[in-house]
Each structure stands twice: as structure tokens, then as C-alpha cells.
């Protein structure tokens, strides 16, 4: 277990920070940066964004009372200092570890965990209806919403801003602008901040208004009201435009130095004085104190272990040629079938380097879209691509595309558009947890009218399956879904091949007990099979490839011959590819025992993979132990 510095280990919780003075407060920032990246060098996790706010995050707990003030973070990837203040250094060597802490705030975990998060772009929405909340109960609190400008890009931030400029609740908004989301930002909103944070004459006079609106309580009321109008007046003009936060009747106050502490905690001191809404903006690095970090901030988001000394980052070496990762085959295939088709075009909500569209971007700039943290707009946006006779591959993390489910519905499936959407991170995410796991996406597409859902069980089929969806025939909505991670084929470049929609495979036939899949996890089955060997036991594998419309002809077949079926599914059983196989028996009034294998209607916390398929009962042996129970075999 990694030791704190010696100040550092004094601090088990906010209060005892509170007693430092400004010396101190420096030294324990240093202290911090270092145990994060001494944790983080050797057991891994997300590293640069938690760097960058370290002087934010000592400001924030100094400042303010902490939990009865309360503190909202966005995403959370930037909240390993905030767990280490909050009484979790002793055990934060279990950051990200099956049934150790989780790498995001989570309110089961810490009363100063107020709010879970993990999805961008909520923290306003939910540090406004704590303060209504407690403005109702005449409970009085600060109420601290800390945002990325990445995450300010997700339209539910506008939305929350939009209402806290009328709210007059007091609610601060932190605004951590450091030109970043994992990938650089993009759009109009960063241009927009560039402008502000570079304006020289603004940023001339700005402390001489901070002096003024920092001691405008000895003054009185009248002085106070003159004080706000030349503040409006010097941001309008020094800006050259209307200032977009105070248009929503929000108070804008900075940009400020995001690492100069002892700046940051006056600065805050000052806004709590400062009623109703009002939004600080501050100016930070990410990767901040490790120089490589800085330099390469989208590698080191989440870097994986590494040696802190050299920078050298850890990876397994292999001496024989290993899979890809499905992303990356995405990524390389979409690029093959778009220079063989002019319609093809790739969009992202700000995941390009996440899903290798970035690829594309490089090569085919004209073509591959990042429209930032905004899911339900690139769906639309992909939409509108389509009534143009184009061909949109809409890339979207499974747990993200939950956010965007009614475009899908509505802009998409409704007037039938070609759109196909790609969903990465499908099935359990791993370390990053409940908020990750893309566990839904074959239950609530498999609802929706004029959908195509299938899952590749491997990179060759992911191949095909792009493929088939990009054809003009198939030239409805169509979803792809595959997991985080590596496939199975080395040699993984084949030669393109049509699918036929809704048409299944036999991958063995065997006796007794018939194993259906759907995607990635049908490759479990064969380990599953080898572990039955001894006890001659052998059942049939089919990999399904479609939920919807699935394969009737082949389950007819499957039904009239096995009395005992196993269905597999990375994805919940409630609703899933399971319960499509039980409506088919059920409407075509076959008898069988049919038991199925997925993600349990509970949340499940973070994990390994092939943690969290063990505990759930569809790894290897889970699949094997299935076969034997409905074999009435019982080991001994």
C-alpha cells in the first residue's frame, strides 16, 4: 500500500484540512498530487483530469463546510483527490477493484459523495435541486456544481443553467476549463471560452473587481447595487459581446488561476456572500505536476499502470499476434467500406479516440464528425445526414446511447432512416462500473419497430455485419453491438461478406442440451465445452447474430430437437435476447426447459469483466455448470 506524505496522512477528513494555514494548504497540495500518482502509476485508473483540479479540489474542501455544504461533481474522473480528503486514502489502493472502491462519486460510498456520477453533464441539474430543496426547507447550505468544459457541451447543462438563472437559488457552478474532455474539445462553446480566458483588457481589471465585489458587504445595499451595474457594464464591453452566463442570469466571476490555491480558497470565500446563481470560471491543466501527462493529456486520461520515474506505460507483450480490440476494428473497417462508398460518414458524441473514429477523422476529415458530449444530437444529427440519402455510422458507448433513446425512437425508426449505430462498451464495462456497463441496449432496442439489433461473436462478423448495414437494400435503422476489449482473431481482415438479416448460424451440433448466444460471449461456449469433455457431455452451440428479427427458422429447428436450451447474453435478462427465445416457444406453443444466462435485475458494481461474468453466472464455467444441472449431472 502506497505511504501519504507526512501531512497528508494528518487528514482524515475535510475538517482536519481546515486547520492548515497557507503554507500548509501548499504542501499538501504537493503531497496529494504525488499519492495520486504513486496510486495510480501502480494499480492503474483514470489520471490526468484527477491532477489538474488538485489545487480546485483543496480550495473546494477548505472553503467550504463540506458535507453540509454540498459538493457535485460532473463524471467524476477528476474526484480521486476529493475520495483522498474524505477519509478513503487508507483504502484508496482499491480504487477500481472488484468489491474495492469505486472510481466514481457514489453516495452508498461517502456522505461526501452527494451525488453518483458517471454520464457528464448532470452536476448542475442535480446541486440546483438540492439548493431548491433546501431552500424550501429553509436549510442554509452552499449548493457547489463542479463541471468540466467538456461536460458543458451535453445540452442538459444548458438546460440546468437555463432554470438556475431564474431558480435565485444559491448554487455555485465551478466551470474546471482546462480545453479538454478525453479528447481535446470541440465546438462553438470552446471558441467561445478561448475568447473570454485571452481577453487582455478583461483580464487587466478583473482583480480590481474581484477587490471591490469581495468587500461589498461593508458598503451597504446602494453600494452594492452601483457595484453590480459597473460589473454587467465592464463584462459586456471588455468582451466585445454579451456575456452567454449573465444572459441567463447567471453571475460570471474570472477566469481564475485554477492552481493558484491560496487565490482560489479567497476567491471563494468571497462568492459565498454573493447570493442566487452565479458561475466561476476556472483555468486549469490536465495532467497538471506530471510533465508527460501535460504534454499528451488524451494517452494519460486513463494510462493503465506505468513507472512514474520513465513514464513508461506498462503493456503485456505477447509472442504470438493477439486480437485486436473490437474498437479498432470498427475503426479500420470503416474506413475500408467508406472509400468503397461516398455515402459512409462517422459521427461520435466525443468518444473518437474511445471508438477509433478518430482514425477516420484523420483520413476523411470532411466525413467524420465529433460533435461533442451530446449524445441526443448526434443521433438527430445523424438522422438528418440520412433523409440525404447518406449512410451514418452513429458510434456510441451502449450506456450512452440510453441518453439519446428517444431520438432513436422518434428521429430514426419513426420515418425509418438509414442510420447504423454502432455500440461500443456493450456488456459489462469492467472497472468503470454500474454507470458503464452497457446492459440494456438489447432490451430497449429490441422494442422499437423498423431496428435491426444483431452482436458479432467475433471481428469477422462485426466486419460482415458493417458491411451488410451500409448496403442500400438494408437501408433501415440498424444496431450493432460489441463489447470493451479484445476479439478472437488474429488474423482478423477478411474479405467482406454479405449476412443475410435475421439469420443465424450453427456453430456445433451436439446432443441433449442446445446452448443459444448472441454476440461476443458465444466464445465462452467452447471453453464451456471443453470443461464437459470428461463427463461426455456435448451440447450444440448457436450464435444467433440477431435479436431482432431473429432467426425463427433456426429456433424452430433447436425447439423440435432439444427439449433442454441455455440461452447467453451479455446483457440484462429482463426483457433481452433470453426472453425473445421464451415469447418464440411461448407463441409457437413448444414445451422445453429453457434457462437463461445474463446480467441479473440488480446493479452490478465494477469489476474485471470476467469478475463480474463469474459472479453473474455466464463466464466458462458458469455456462458449463448450467449444462450439467440440466443434465442432472452433479459433480462430486
Known sequence: MIQPGELLRT?????????????????????????????????GGHFAASLGVVELTVALHYAF?????????????????????????????????YKGLSGFPKRSESEYDTFGVGHSSTSISAALG??????????????????????????????????????????????????????????????????????????????????????ISKFGPNAQAIASKVESGLKASLLKQSNLFESLHIRYFGPVDGHDLNHLVQVMNDLKDIPGPKIL???????????????????????????????????????????????????HTIIELAEKNEKIMGITPAMPSGC???????????????????????????????????????????????????????????QNLHVVFCLDRAG????????????????????????????????????????TAQLEKNHGPFSIRYPRGQGMMPNWKTPF??????????????????????GHIGNYVTEAKALLREEELVPA???????????????????????????????????????????????NNYAAQVVRLGIPDRIVEHGEQLELQKECGFDPQGIASAVRNLSGVVLH
Not at 486547520?19 to 504542501?27: E, P, T, W
Not at 444529427?381 to 451502449?398: D, K
Not at 443465424?504 to 451440433?509: A, C, F, L, Q, Y
Open 497 to 518: 461478406e454479405e449476412i443475410a438479416i435475421g439469420k443465424g448460424r450453427k456453430v456445433s451440433d451436439g446432443e441433449e442440451v442446445a446452448i443459444l448466444t448472441i
Open 281 to 331: 470560471h476556472v483555468l486549469t491543466t490536465k495532467g497538471k505536476g506530471y510533465s508527460l501527462a501535460e504534454k499528451d493529456q488524451v494517452k494519460w486520461h486513463a494510462p493503465g499502470k506505468f513507472d512514474k520515474v520513465t513514464g513508461k506505460i506498462h503493456v503485456k507483450t505477447y509472442d504470438t499476434p493477439q486480437a485486436p480490440k473490437y474498437q479498432d476494428v470498427f475503426g
Open 428 to 467: 459489462f464495462a469492467g472497472v468503470d462500473g454500474p454507470t458503464h456497463h452497457g446492459a440494456y441496449d438489447l432490451a430497449f432496442f429490441r422494442c422499437i419497430p423498423n431496428l435491426v439489433v444483431s452482436a458479432p461473436m467475433n471481428e469477422q462478423e462485426l466486419r460482415n455485419l458493417m458491411y
Open 11 to 43: 487528514i482524515h477528513a475535510p475538517e482536519d484540512l481546515r486547520k492548515l494555514d497557507a503554507a500548509q494548504l501548499i504542501q499538501l497540495t504537493d503531497e496529494l498530487r504525488q499519492f495520486i500518482v504513486d496510486n495510480v502509476s501502480v494499480y
Open 130 to 215: 438540492m439548493a431548491v430543496a433546501n431552500q424550501y426547507k429553509k436549510d442554509d447550505r452552499q449548493h457547489i456544481a463542479v463541471i468540466g468544459d467538456g461536460a458543458l457541451t451535453g445540452g442538459m447543462a444548458f438546460e440546468a443553467m437555463n432554470h438556475a438563472g431564474v431558480s435565485n437559488s444559491n448554487v455555485l457552478i465551478v466551470l474546471n476549463d482546462n480545453c479538454m474532455a478525453i479528447d481535446p474539445n470541440v465546438g462553438a462553446l470552446k471558441d467561445y471560452l478561448v475568447d473570454i480566458t485571452t481577453s487582455r483588457t478583461y483580464n487587466r481589471v478583473r482583480d480590481e473587481l474581484w477587490n471591490m465585489l469581495g468587500k
Open 65 to 97: 463546510n463540506t458535507p453540509t455544504d454540498q459538493l457535485v461533481w460532473d463524471v467524476g474522473h477528476q474526484a480521486y483527490g476529493h475520495k483522498i480528503l474524505t477519509g478513503r486514502m487508507g483504502n484508496f489502493h482499491t480504487n477500481r477493484t
Open 356 to 414: 477509433s473514429l478518430n482514425l477516420m477523422m484523420e483520413k476523411m476529415p470532411d466525413r467524420a464528425f465529433d460533435v461533442g458530449i451530446a449524445e441526443q444530437h448526434a443521433v438527430t444529427f445523424s438522422a438528418g445526414l440520412a433523409t440525404q440519402g447518406l449512410v451514418p455510422f452513429c458510434n456510441i458507448y451502449s450506456t450512452f446511447m440510453q441518453r439519446a433513446y428517444d431520438q432513436v425512437i422518434h428521429d430514426v425508426c419513426l
Open 541 to 587: 452451440h448457436y450464435d444467433m447474430r440477431f435479436v431482432k428479427p431473429i432467426d425463427e427458422v433456426m429456433l424452430h429447428e433447436v425447439f423440435k430437437k432439444y427439449k433442454k436450451i441455455i440461452t447467453v447474453e451479455d446483457g440484462c435478462l429482463m426483457g433481452g435476447f433470453g426472453s425473445a427465445v421464451l415469447e418464440f416457444m411461448a407463441d
